[in-house]
């Protein structure tokens, strides 16, 4: 029997890929630090911490040991009419760190589906509350919140997801209000709008995977003050941005803003188990409360609150604490701003832009990607554009050294190019 790594490669279906075309993945066989290594034996750099998610860095013996520890004990039990030890306390903790109060906590395996369930509740709430009418949402172009149904649906029309146009449910689509003109725009459509809508859905100051667009505290502030000004619920999908990624533990946290919901995944377990959230404030909390079972919440994924995500969870919160985290993201974010803007005068290059621990180089036309990945992988370092955009996400761990070894081949390739 073949147990090499790629033994049953011919099986797998890779995600956005067209598997006629594409070249064979790479075999990782260990991940340690901020480094893969490959089948082949040699190792790569990895600037994108496995889809943001691994900002200790892979296999950090703190949640590795409760991981383990946790596994010895139970691994999972069903969260209907049962509960655990470490969901309960990953929770309270989850409590206390998000901005104001958001305080109830619901749990889910995958972002997707937090972003789902997030919509669920906005439009249960209405329901619970005699206005069942309001079942659409407004969110923004460019945006992405995830490939399930719903969630396509608040992610950008003409994006990745445009296959299934005639599919997804339509809903509401406003520019950010980066402008006096847009916010106007914004202003006029929530009015037309109002009385279908549930709520505004957005990414704090990041765009991420619709294209890495960024936007100030400011853009955020007034699309709290306009879902406020229209009585609405505000959806703020953290996922990506949240534990540290833009420099403060939560980007809302920049703009002194408390969505009325906040979803979480990604680098809630360090990058190491499936774990994701919705954390509702008390009055959305409140409209499920009643003695009508009917008004109950009726989501329940078969692993929300999974032990041992929650475990490491709690491990990785723990190196929030004890761990210089926001000072590494603050030092990375200068870093990348000075090494990556000598990709600024190459003749492939539109813009580059930092903010955080996420360094974008944006091309002036989109490149072949099989191509610039394996010029990556031959200067030692993983790094994976999409569109016209090469960028990086690296661990939050990662020494200046190695953060350099990053930059320096993103401007070498593209050089190259």
Known sequence: MDTSPTSGLEHIWLPYTQMKTADAPLAVVSADGVRLKLEDGSELIDGIASWWTAVHGYNHPHITRAIKAQADV??????????????????????????GDLSKVFFAESGSV?????????????????????????????GYHGDTTAAMAVSEPDGMHAAFDDFVPKEIFAELPETDAREAALEETLKKHQGN??????????????????HDARVLKKIREAADRHGLLLIVDEIFTGFGRTGTMFASEQAGIVPDIMCLSKALTGGTLP???????PHVYEAFLDDDPAKAFMHGPTYMGNALGCAAANASLDLFESEPRLEQAAAISEQLSEELQYCQNLKAVKNVRVKGAIGVVELKETPNHDLLKKAFVKKGVWVRPFGNIVYLTPPLVIKPDDLSTLTGAIHEVLREI
């Open 197 to 214: 809508l549930a709520g505004i859905v957005t990414e704090p100051l990041v765009q991420g995977a619709g294209g890495m667009r960024f």
């Open 74 to 99: 139970m691994p999972h039990v069903m969260f209907g009419g049962l509960v655990n030890e470490p969901a309960l306390k990953l929770a309270g903790r989850l409590a206390a760190l998000a901005p």
């Open 275 to 281: 774990l994701s959230c919705a954390i509702a404030r």
């Open 114 to 142: 937090s972003v789902e369930i997030a919509l669920k509740m906005a439009v249960q709430y209405w329901k619970n509350r005699g206005e069942a009418g309001r079942t659409q949402f407004l969110s923004f172009r460019g």
